[in-house]
Each structure stands twice: as structure tokens, then as C-alpha cells.
């Protein structure tokens, strides 16, 4: 049914936006725990700097990307020495979508933490709860529909992630040619219409399934916090 | 022995200043004033939750905080469960694994607070499928779970059905009695302090006025004023003798007050309220009454009001009582101290609260 071309690209495209929202969710709920409870000295600067991914040009990160792990550079010369680059791998298309994925989780997570009622970590508190616990046991489980729902569209994201992708880790079919990489090379070569069409119909597939799965789960959520 | 709760501090939260001293020894204390005044700020700064500018935390002769000596327990590890008013029951969790939260009690000990709360049935239940009254139980029970060296109680009786607020204050009554844990009770309401709690801290606008026994506390002069309460009345510990007629005769040393009879069992303690406009006054004792109370007592005291006396009234042994009447009947009956007077009181005007079974 479908070409090795296509197949591959899908399950490429699978591979890199997992592991982006894998490796970005633990950093996307530290950044949004911080940013929702704590009050320190360059709060806003941080919270500016998390944001950018969201607003400059996605070609510019994958740029900046490309600069921070240049080989010529001190880090990207030990990663090369050691064999660990990420740029042209599916790891470096990983991150590269991974970090534009990452103010979308911050800001979906966010919102779960700032709406949970401080009652509950008080109660917590005083039934002898220490910070570490009141953050595994309650502030985790309450944010959970929203840590769902920010994975959720981090890895909608991460899977559409195109001019950062190609910037940093190029368009290498079947080592960095992801799903929306293989449609636009489709749709520049000559005769490539119906290859193009195809991509971009099975572009929904894992777009329409992620969706689905949140929404379920996170309707059981609700049903049993009885918010339903 | 040092007192249970040993309080002194002072506190600048959110722009308000204040401060407040007392110590309370009984089971259970009652933290009295109007809405706003402060106490639960006051709570939250006992528990730990906000930081005192400076003063004293001791609970059981334990220091908890004191900023002259830099102790400063933090709020976890304090152990004094503060169970605030909407109860916050964590949603995510079930009845029982709220309870488990921070439960150092083994699972049979869990179950027999469950019971005796009335909420054995409700372990499996989700918070957000419970009643009012049912969530504070469980709240309740969750805190004293964690086998506390304190429990405050913020306004739990709030939203709930006089039936429901008489079992509730009952069972926060057994349970301090039972497991030995001292409890705060925050409340704006006479009837809470005069039926639930031993000593009372009387609390105006960001200090506290006074503080000790309740009877003391509510006889002092500021309390009328500030809770707002044109008729304290008087309070009456009593014990139940005999019954009759669908009467029980209810006993302190010689005086006895004879109450319907609502199946309370012989030999339990009452505490009765009996307000002043309640009471009215005779010089000789009546016949042909249906009056059932007729008390002797001798006049300690007449305080004028507006429109009329507040008659202090003293039996031979020692019960307290009050009468509010009229100036005409003053005048009438030519009342003054050191008088005998009876003081009349129908069966069915005393609000009685079982105390112990």
C-alpha cells in the first residue's frame, strides 16, 4: 500500500516526533512548574526566552542550531570528536523539532499548574507532605489533563516541524527526510503530484491519532475528578 | 505541665498586621470572633503555611517555631493538620486514599476512625460524589490520620444542616477526647464555641482579647459586642439523674433542670444554654404552673439595659443563670441584689448538647 519511500518517512517522521516530546516533556514540566509557582530574579526573561521558538521564523532556530553545534565551535567540536553530533542525523532533527515544540507544552502545562487551587498543596503541607512529594502526588496528577494535552500538541508539532528540520539536519531521505520534508521534495520535482498528495493524506494519520488518544484520555480524567 | 497550645506571635501577612497571645489546655479550643478578623491567617501562621514577624509556636511543651531562639519548624514537619473550610479533598484521589495520604496509622486503625466518623461506607467513593457534611468527615478523619500533634479546624461546620452540625461538632468532641489530639476550632458562631469547646480565644480585628475557660471567656465584656450577640445566656454542665413523663432530670450538685426526653442515657454529661429572655422570675415558688423549672437562686447582680434589667442569678451551689426582663417587672417585683428569687424556666426553651455518652 504504501511506497518504501512513503513508509519510511512515516515511520521516521513517528520516530524523531516521539522522541522530541519524550525528551522535551520533562523539560517542558520543569520550565512550566517554575514559570507557574516560583518567584525568582529573570523570571520574564526566562519566559521570553522559552517563547522564541514560537515566534521567530523557524529556519532562524534551525540556524541557530546549526551555529551552537558547528564543529568549528568548542561543543560542536567535542560532540564531533566523540562521534555525538546531532546535525544531518534523525537526532538532530529530534531536537530541532523538539525545541520548536517545546513553548507549546510549556504553555499548555503552565496553565494546568497555575490552575490547581493552592488549598491543595497547603492540605498536603500539613499532613506532613514534603515539596518533592506534594509535586509527584499532587500537583502532577491535577496538571495531568493539561500535561496531555500540552504532549498532545508538542507532538502535533514536533511532526509537522519543517524549516528548523531542514536547516539543521537537512533533507536525507531515510536518515533526516521526515514526513513533510519527503512531501516537499514531491511537490518540487517534476511529476511528483500524486507522491505529493499521498504524503500529505498520511500526514493526517498521526496528527488525527494523537488527538484522539488525548481527547479519550483526558475525558477519562475529568470523568473521574467528576468534571465531566 | 505546660499548656497544650502555647501561642504568642506577631504577623504582618499580605499588608495586614496583627497579633495574638494564648494558651489553651483542653481538648478542644474554640478560636472566636467575626468574619475577617483574621483567624485563619492566624491558623495558617500556627501550621506554618505563613511566616510570622515574630513570637512563639509550642505545642506539648515542643517548640515549633521561635524567632528569639531561630527555631522555625517547617510547615511539613510540624504535624499540626490544619483541615481548611471547603475541606480540599484531592479530587484525583478516592475517600480511602485521601485518608492514606499521610496516614501513619495502620489500615485497621484507619478503618475504625472510618467507622466511628460515619464514612466506613464511603472508602471507594470519588471527593466529588460527597455531600458537604461528608467530605468534612472525611477530611476530618484524613488529618487525624496523620496522628497530629495539633488539629485546627477551620469553620467545618459552615453550609451544614443543624442536625448535621450537631453530629459534626459531636464527633470533632469525641475525636479530640479519643485520640488525644488537641483541636483548634475556628468559628464565628456562640453555639459552635459554647457546644464543641472547653477553653474559647476570643479574637477582634488582628488580635486576640482574651482566652481561657468558655464560661470566662463567654462572660467577658468585649464578646457580646463583637460576635454580635444581643443574648449570650448562660452555659450549664449537667448530668443526666432519672426520667419521667417523657422527661429527664438533668443534675448539677442540687440544682436540676428537668428537659424532654430525647433518649439521652442516664449518667451522660449535657452542657445546656439557656438564655436570659428565657428565664423569667417569681418571688415564691408557683403552683398551677406549667412551668416545669422553678430554680432558687440568689440575685448576684443587675446590669440595666435599654429597655430593661439582665438580672446575674446564682444557686445556692454555684450554677450561673441569667434573666433578661422588663423595667416594669423590675419595678414590679422590687428586685435587688441578695434577693431569693425563683427563676422559671420552660422544659422545652434549654438547648442541650450531648457532651459524653
Given at each position: ?228 | ?237 449537667a448530668t443526666v439523674g ?6 429527664i432530670?438533668c ?12 433518649g439521652e442515657p442516664e449518667g451522660c454529661r449535657l452542657r ?80 442541650e448538647m450531648l457532651v459524653e455518652g
Amino acid at each position: 500500500m504504501l511506497s518504501d519511500f512513503e513508509s519510511a518517512a512515516l515511520a521516521l517522521s513517528f520516530k524523531v516526533a516521539v522522541t522530541a516530546t519524550l525528551a522535551g516533556l520533562p523539560v517542558a514540566l520543569f520550565a512550566a512548574f517554575m514559570l507557574a509557582r516560583w518567584r525568582f530574579p529573570g523570571k520574564t526573561i526566562l519566559d521570553v526566552l522559552l517563547h522564541i521558538p514560537l515566534v521567530v521564523p523557524p529556519v532562524v532556530v534551525g540556524y541557530l542550531l546549526l551555529i551552537a553545534f558547528a564543529p568549528t565551535g568548542a561543543f560542536g567540536g567535542w560532540l564531533q570528536a566523540h562521534g555525538l553530533s546531532p546535525a544531518f542525523k534523525w537526532q538532530g532533527a529530534a531536537l530541532a523539532s523538539g525545541i520548536m515544540a517545546l513553548p507549546l507544552m510549556i504553555r499548555s502545562i503552565r496553565q494546568a499548574f497555575e490552575a490547581e487551587s493552592p488549598a491543595f498543596g497547603d492540605v498536603a503541607t500539613t499532613l506532613g507532605a514534603g515539596p518533592w512529594r506534594r509535586f509527584y502526588a499532587v500537583s502532577l496528577p491535577l496538571a495531568w489533563p493539561g500535561i496531555l494535552s500540552g504532549a498532545v500538541l508538542g507532538f502535533a508539532r514536533a511532526i509537522g516541524e519543517f524549516g528548523a528540520t531542514i536547516t539543521f539536519a537537512a533533507n536525507i531521505p531515510g536518515l533526516t527526510q521526515t514526513l513533510p520534508l519527503a512531501l516537499y521534495s514531491a511537490a518540487q520535482s517534476p511529476g511528483g503530484e500524486a507522491a505529493a498528495a499521498r504524503l500529505a493524506l498520511l500526514s493526517l494519520i498521526p496528527a488525527l491519532l494523537s488527538l484522539l488518544i488525548s481527547e479519550t484520555l483526558s475525558r477519562r480524567a475529568r470523568k473521574k475528578r467528576g468534571l465531566a | 505541665m505546660s499548656a497544650a497550645v502555647d501561642i504568642a506571635l506577631r504577623w504582618h501577612v499580605a499588608e495586614d498586621p496583627g497579633n495574638a497571645t494564648f494558651s489553651a489546655g483542653g481538648d478542644v479550643t474554640a478560636l472566636i470572633g467575626p468574619s475577617g478578623v483574621g483567624k485563619s491567617t492566624l491558623a495558617r501562621l500556627i501550621a506554618g503555611l505563613s511566616q510570622p514577624t515574630e513570637g512563639h509556636v509550642r505545642v506539648n511543651g515542643e517548640t515549633l517555631y521561635d524567632s528569639a531562639a531561630g527555631v522555625n519548624v517547617s510547615a511539613y514537619k510540624r504535624g499540626i493538620a490544619l483541615v481548611p473550610q471547603d475541606s480540599a479533598l484531592f479530587p484525583h484521589l478516592s475517600v480511602k486514599a485521601n485518608i492514606g495520604f499521610g496516614a501513619k496509622i495502620a489500615e485497621a486503625e484507619i478503618a475504625r476512625y472510618a467507622e466511628e466518623a460515619g464514612i466506613g461506607h464511603l472508602m471507594d467513593r470519588r471527593p466529588h460524589t460527597l455531600s458537604g457534611g461528608e467530605a468534612r468527615r472525611v477530611a476530618i478523619v484524613r488529618a487525624l490520620a496523620t496522628q497530629p500533634k495539633l488539629l485546627i479546624l477551620d469553620e467545618p461546620m459552615t453550609g451544614l444542616d443543624p442536625v448535621r452540625r450537631r453530629d459534626l461538632m459531636t464527633l470533632i468532641r469525641t475525636s479530640a477526647r479519643l485520640s488525644g489530639v488537641p483541636v483548634i476550632l475556628i468559628t464565628h458562631q456562640i453555639e459552635e464555641m459554647l457546644f464543641a469547646a472547653d477553653d474559647a480565644v476570643l479574637m477582634a480585628p488582628a488580635r486576640t482579647v482574651t482566652s481561657g475557660p468558655i464560661e470566662t471567656v463567654l462572660a467577658h465584656a468585649e464578646t457580646a459586642r463583637l460576635l454580635n450577640i444581643d443574648d449570650a445566656g448562660s452555659l450549664i454542665e449537667a448530668t443526666v439523674g432519672g426520667r419521667q413523663d417523657g422527661l429527664i432530670s438533668c443534675c448539677n450538685g442540687n440544682t436540676s433542670l428537668m428537659l424532654p426526653d430525647d433518649g439521652e442515657p442516664e449518667g451522660c454529661r449535657l452542657r445546656l444554654r439557656v438564655l436570659g429572655r428565657d428565664v423569667a422570675l417569681s418571688k415564691h415558688a408557683l403552683e398551677d404552673v406549667s412551668i416545669l423549672n422553678q430554680i432558687e437562686c440568689r440575685i448576684a447582680g443587675v446590669t440595666e439595659r435599654p429597655s430593661g434589667y439582665d438580672i446575674a442569678l446564682e444557686t445556692a451551689d454555684g450554677v450561673q443563670l441569667k434573666s433578661r426582663i422588663t423595667m416594669r417587672s423590675y419595678k414590679a417585683l422590687n428586685l435587688k441584689e441578695g434577693d431569693t428569687v425563683f427563676a422559671l424556666i420552660k422544659a422545652v426553651a434549654v438547648k442541650e448538647m450531648l457532651v459524653e455518652g
